[in-house]
C-alpha cells in the first residue's frame, strides 16, 4: 500500500495486487489462471463499487486533499488546446498560488483562471500550499476585466483551502480584495463558469466562484469554512473534524440539494487522481456543453440571470414576526392553515437549482 | 418546541398592516454580557469605571477613549435622529436548514439577550434630518454573524433603498463574520450582498459603510468593504482572518495595533477613523455632500 492510499481502501488495493502477481505468473509461466483472475476481478468491482459508492462525507474531504489529486495546472493542460499564462497584478508582485492566463478550448479563446497548489514540497513552498495572497485575487480581477474586454469567457477552476491568513496578507486587504473579486465577477458581462475541483474553502473560493455556472468534482467540497476549524469552534478539537463535515453539509451532493451548484462532474472510480485524464475529459465536457448554452445569451439577460442565481439563495421564514412567535409559545397556534403561512415555507432557494442544461 | 419553530412550516400567517414594514420602537435592552454591577474595569487602560459615567460617554472610556461595544439599539439611539426609524423587513426570520445542533436556541438566546430579532436590522432613518436606508449590527447577536436572514434583510435595504433613492449607511459589527450554522447558504450571502451594493451603485446614491469593533471575515469580505466611504470606529478590529488563525498559521508575533482601525487607515484600507461621539456629525456632512 503506498503511502497515499486511505486506510479504508486497503481491501481493494491488496486485492488489486494480488490480480497483478496472478496476470504476471501467466504472462511468465504460461499457466493459464484467467478462472481465478476473472473471479478476482469480479471480486474487486464489487468491492469498489461498495467502497466509493457510501463515501462519508469526511472520506471525500481526504480524497478532495489527495496528494496526487490533479492541479489547476494540471487540468488546463489537459483541457485546453493552448494556453498562455499571465503573471501579475500589476501593483504589487506575481502570486504564484494564483494561475491565469489565456486558453483555446476546441478553438474558441477563453481566460482560466485558478489557485495552484503544488506537486511536491519544493513547489508548495514557492505557491504557498495554493493560499493566494491579496495580489493572486487582484491578479484574477486584472484577468476578468482583461476577458471582458475581449469578449472572452471565463473559465474558474477552484481548488483552495482558503485565502491565505498571514499577516502581510491581512496588511494588503485580503477581505477587501475577496469584495472586490466577488463584486466584480457579478458584473462581468461574459459567461462565468466555475467549476470546484477539489477544495472549495470559504471566501477565498467564492472569491473565484461568483458565475453563471457552478459545477463541483464528485468528491469535491465546498463550505462556510473547513471542518478542523468548524470542529475547533464547536469542541474546542480540531481531531473531531470527520463529524463537522457531516454537519457542514459540504459534499457536491449536499451542494446540489442545498441548490447552490448546477451540477456533477463524475470522477472515476476511487477518485480523480486515479485516471487524471479520464476526470479532466468528464471536466471538459461540462465546460463545452455550458458555454455554448452561454453563449447563446445576450448580455443583458446574462447578467440578470446570474444576479437572480445568488439572489435566491438563503433560507429564511417570511412572515415570522417576533410577536407571533413568542405567541405561538403561549399556545395559540394552528388557528391559521398551513397553507396560508406563505412565507413560512419561504425555504427561497433551497432545493431549486437553476434547471441544468442538458 | 423551539426547534419547531425553526425548521419552518410554522403553522400561522402574519398580517402586516404594510407588509415588511412596520413601525418599532427601540426595546429595552437586557443586560449585556458585561459583569453586572455598578462598575467595571477598562479594557483599554485598566481604570476601574462608573458604570453610569460609561453610558453618558456613549461607552467610551473619559480616560483612554477605548471604545467599548455597544449594542444594536444603542447604537440607533446615538446615530439616527430621535423616533425616526421605521424598521423594514423585520418579518424575516432564522430557519435551521441544515439542522446544525443548537443553532435554534443559540438564536432564541441572542434575540432575549439583544431585544433584536436578528443580527442586523433595518430600515428607514433620519441623520440630521436626512433621510437614510440605515442597517444596524449587533455583536451580541451570534457575534453579529452574517446568515441568510441577515443578507436578505441587507439586499432588501440595498434595493429598496435603490427604488426609493436614499443613501445607504450600514454600521457593522460581524465579528462573526458568515453565520457557520447556515454553512454555504451564509458563504452565498457575501456574494448576494456584495451584487446588491453593485447594482446600488447605478442609483449615484451614496453608500456608507461604517466598521466597528469586530468587522471580520465575511462580512469584511463582502458588503462592509464596498462602501463609496468607509470609516470606522478607533481601535475596532477589522481584518478577514483571525488573529489566532494569523498567529498559528505564520507563527510570527503580530505586530502593535495589527488589524486595528488605525492599521487599516495606514494600509489605505478604510477613509477615516471617527470617534463615536463625532459618528453622526462625520456620516451627515458626507451625506449632504453627496445631495
Ligand atoms: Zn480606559
Known amino acids: 500500500m503506498a503511502a497515499t492510499d486511505f486506510e479504508w481502501e486497503r481491501p481493494l488495493i491488496e486485492l488489486e495486487e494480488r490480480i497483478r502477481e496472478l496476470e504476471s505468473f501467466t504472462d511468465q509461466r504460461g499457466i493459464d489462471l484467467s478462472e481465478e483472475i476473472t473471479r478476482l476481478k469480479r471480486r474487486a468491482d464489487q468491492l469498489r463499487e461498495e467502497i466509493f459508492a457510501n463515501l462519508?462525507?469526511?472520506q471525500r474531504v481526504l480524497l478532495a486533499r489527495h496528494p496526487g489529486r490533479p492541479t489547476t495546472l494540471e487540468y488546463i493542460a489537459s483541457i485546453f488546446d493552448?494556453?498562455?499564462?499571465?503573471?501579475?497584478?500589476?501593483?504589487?508582485?506575481?502570486?504564484?498560488?494564483?494561475?491565469?492566463?489565456?486558453?483555446?478550448?476546441?478553438?474558441?479563446?477563453?481566460?482560466?483562471?485558478?489557485p495552484q497548489k503544488g506537486r511536491d514540497t519544493k513547489e508548495n513552498i514557492r505557491r504557498n500550499f495554493g493560499l493566494p495572497h491579496p495580489e493572486g485575487y487582484r491578479k484574477a480581477i486584472r484577468l476578468m476585466e482583461q476577458a471582458e474586454r475581449f469578449g472572452r469567457p471565463i473559465i474558474t477552476l477552484i481548488d483552495v483551502v482558503g485565502a491565505y491568513p498571514g499577516i502581510e496578507?491581512?496588511?494588503?486587504?485580503?477581505?477587501?480584495?475577496?469584495?472586490?473579486?466577488?463584486m466584480t465577477m457579478s458584473q462581468l458581462r461574459v459567461p462565468i463558469i466555475s467549476v470546484v475541483t477539489g477544495e472549495g474553502?470559504?471566501?477565498?473560493?467564492?472569491?473565484?466562484?461568483?458565475?453563471?455556472?457552478?459545477?463541483?468534482?464528485?468528491?469535491?467540497?465546498?463550505?462556510?469554512?473547513?471542518?478542523?476549524?468548524?470542529?475547533?469552534?464547536?469542541?474546542?478539537?480540531?481531531?473531531?473534524?470527520?463529524?463537522?463535515?457531516?454537519?457542514?453539509?459540504?459534499?457536491?451532493?449536499?451542494?446540489?440539494?442545498?441548490?447552490?451548484?448546477?451540477?456533477?462532474?463524475?470522477?472515476?472510480?476511487?477518485?480523480?487522481?486515479?485516471?487524471?485524464?479520464?476526470?479532466?475529459?468528464?471536466?471538459?465536457?461540462?465546460?463545452?456543453?455550458?458555454?455554448?448554452?452561454?453563449?447563446?445569451?445576450?448580455?443583458?439577460?446574462?447578467?440578470?440571470?446570474?444576479?437572480?442565481?445568488?439572489?435566491?439563495?438563503?433560507?429564511?421564514?417570511?412572515?415570522?414576526?417576533?410577536?407571533?412567535?413568542?405567541?405561538?409559545?403561549d399556545g395559540e397556534e394552528g388557528q391559521v392553515p398551513e397553507e396560508a403561512g406563505l412565507g413560512g415555507q419561504a425555504v427561497t432557494g433551497v432545493g431549486s437549482p437553476p434547471a441544468p442544461s442538458e | 418546541?423551539?426547534?419547531?419553530?425553526?425548521?419552518g412550516r410554522p403553522r400561522y400567517a402574519t398580517i402586516n398592516p404594510t407588509p415588511g414594514e412596520s413601525r418599532q420602537e427601540p426595546r429595552p435592552v437586557a443586560p449585556k454580557e458585561a459583569p453586572d454591577g455598578l462598575w467595571l474595569k477598562c479594557d483599554g487602560c485598566e481604570t476601574i469605571l462608573y458604570r453610569k459615567e460609561l453610558q453618558q460617554h456613549a461607552q467610551i472610556c473619559p480616560k483612554c477613549g477605548y471604545h467599548f461595544r455597544i449594542g444594536g439599539w444603542e447604537r440607533l439611539e446615538q446615530l439616527a435622529d430621535e423616533g425616526s426609524f421605521t424598521?423594514?423587513?423585520?418579518?424575516?426570520?432564522?430557519?435551521?436548514?441544515?439542522?446544525?445542533?443548537?443553532?435554534?436556541?443559540?438564536?432564541?438566546?441572542?434575540?432575549?439577550?439583544?431585544g433584536l430579532s436578528e443580527a442586523v436590522i433595518v430600515g428607514r432613518a433620519a441623520i440630521e434630518e436626512l433621510p437614510v436606508a440605515l442597517g444596524i449590527f449587533d455583536f451580541n447577536f451570534v457575534g453579529g454573524s452574517m446568515g441568510s436572514v441577515v443578507g436578505e434583510r441587507l439586499t432588501r435595504l440595498f434595493e429598496r433603498a435603490e427604488a426609493e433613492r436614499l443613501p445607504v449607511v450600514v454600521v457593522s459589527a460581524g465579528g462573526g463574520g458568515a453565520?457557520?450554522?447556515?454553512?454555504?447558504?451564509?458563504?452565498m450571502q457575501m456574494a448576494k450582498t456584495s451584487q446588491a451594493v453593485a447594482r446600488y451603485r447605478r442609483c449615484r446614491m451614496p453608500f456608507i459603510s461604517v466598521l466597528t469593533d469586530p468587522t471580520m471575515g465575511g462580512v469584511y469580505a463582502s458588503f462592509a468593504s464596498l462602501g463609496d466611504v468607509i470609516i470606522a470606529e478607533p481601535g475596532a478590529r477589522i481584518g478577514f482572518a483571525g488573529p489566532r488563525i494569523v498567529q498559528e498559521t505564520t507563527r510570527q508575533v503580530l505586530p502593535e495595533g495589527f488589524q486595528t482601525a488605525e492599521y487599516a487607515l495606514q494600509n489605505g484600507m478604510i477613509d477615516l477613523v471617527v470617534p463615536r461621539p463625532k459618528l453622526r456629525e462625520q456620516v451627515a456632512q458626507l451625506l449632504r455632500l453627496h445631495l
Open chain 1, 56 to 58: 462519508t462525507p469526511w
Open chain 2, 87 to 114: 424598521v423594514w423587513e423585520d418579518h424575516l426570520a432564522s430557519v435551521d436548514p441544515l439542522g446544525f445542533p443548537g443553532y435554534p436556541e443559540k438564536v432564541v438566546q441572542a434575540q432575549a439577550r439583544t
Open chain 2, 179 to 187: 453565520r457557520m450554522q447556515e454553512g454555504i447558504l451564509s458563504l
Open chain 1, 169 to 182: 496578507a491581512e496588511q494588503r486587504g485580503q477581505g477587501l480584495v475577496i469584495a472586490e473579486a466577488i
Open chain 1, 201 to 329: 474553502g470559504s471566501g477565498g473560493a467564492l472569491a473565484i466562484g461568483v458565475a453563471d455556472r457552478v459545477w463541483m468534482l464528485e468528491n469535491a467540497w465546498y463550505s462556510v469554512i473547513s471542518p478542523e476549524m468548524c470542529a475547533q469552534i464547536l469542541w474546542k478539537d480540531s481531531k473531531r473534524a470527520p463529524e463537522a463535515a457531516s454537519l457542514l453539509r459540504l459534499t457536491a451532493r449536499d451542494l446540489m440539494e442545498l441548490g447552490i451548484i448546477d451540477g456533477i462532474v463524475p470522477e472515476p472510480m476511487g477518485g480523480a487522481h486515479r485516471d487524471k485524464e479520464a476526470t479532466a475529459r468528464n471536466v471538459k465536457e461540462v465546460l463545452v456543453r455550458e458555454l455554448q448554452v452561454l453563449e447563446g445569451m445576450d448580455p443583458d439577460a446574462l447578467l440578470e440571470a446570474r444576479y437572480q442565481r445568488y439572489r435566491r439563495i438563503g433560507a429564511f421564514a417570511e412572515g415570522q414576526s417576533q410577536e407571533l412567535a413568542s405567541r405561538r409559545e
Open chain 1, 82 to 114: 493552448e494556453f498562455v499564462e499571465l503573471h501579475g497584478d500589476r501593483t504589487f508582485r506575481d502570486d504564484p498560488a494564483m494561475v491565469g492566463g489565456i486558453a483555446r478550448l476546441n478553438g474558441r479563446p477563453v481566460t482560466v483562471i485558478g
Open chain 2, 1 to 7: 418546541m423551539l426547534k419547531d419553530l425553526f425548521r
